[in-house]
């Protein structure tokens, strides 16, 4: 596993994790943030970027890792959206991490969670997806 860190995430989402969490706050729409682990390939060479719907938010964070903001979608469907990712690319054992952003976040609190839930997925090497809200509360 190629080593994040929470600035890497920040840097490259900032603006459009302020948005969300603006817009969760203000409107009470929901926004979901999933990180996606390539660990054996590069994410350029793989082209997963290009199986992300229009609307959500995907960035490059390094070689190995991807991020995307899900958005205008709750977390079962942000779920479903990531597995159809991971399971477009079987050949390349991505790994999937999501998280769903709450009221009362901030940018740097959504950053250490979804490295928390980087390093639980990268535990256990047969599990494919670590979804926060039901693997940390069930």
């Given amino acids: 596993m190629k080593e994040l860190s929470a600035i890497d995430l920040k840097l490259a989402f900032e603006q459009d994790l302020k948005m969300a969490l603006y817009t969760l706050e203000r409107y009470n729409i929901d926004a979901n943030w999933a990180l996606v682990a390539c660990d054996d390939y590069d994410v350029d060479k793989a082209h ?7 609307s959500d938010v995907i960035r490059k964070i390094n070689e190995h890792y991807i991020a995307v903001l899900f958005t205008f979608v709750d977390h079962v469907g942000a779920r479903c959206a990531l ?3 991971i399971n477009l690319y079987p050949h390349h054992h991505l790994r999937g991490s999501l998280i769903v952003l709450q009221k009362g976040d901030t940018i740097e609190s959504v950053c250490e ?8 997925i990268h535990r256990d090497p047969h599990r494919k997806i670590f979804h926060e ?6």
Avoid: Q, W
């Fill in 133 to 138: 809200s039901h693997d940390f509360h069930a």
């Fill in 48 to 54: 997963i970027m290009d199986s992300v719907r229009h």
């Fill in 83 to 85: 597995e159809k990712l």
């Fill in 113 to 120: 969670r979804l490295l928390e839930a980087n390093r639980f």
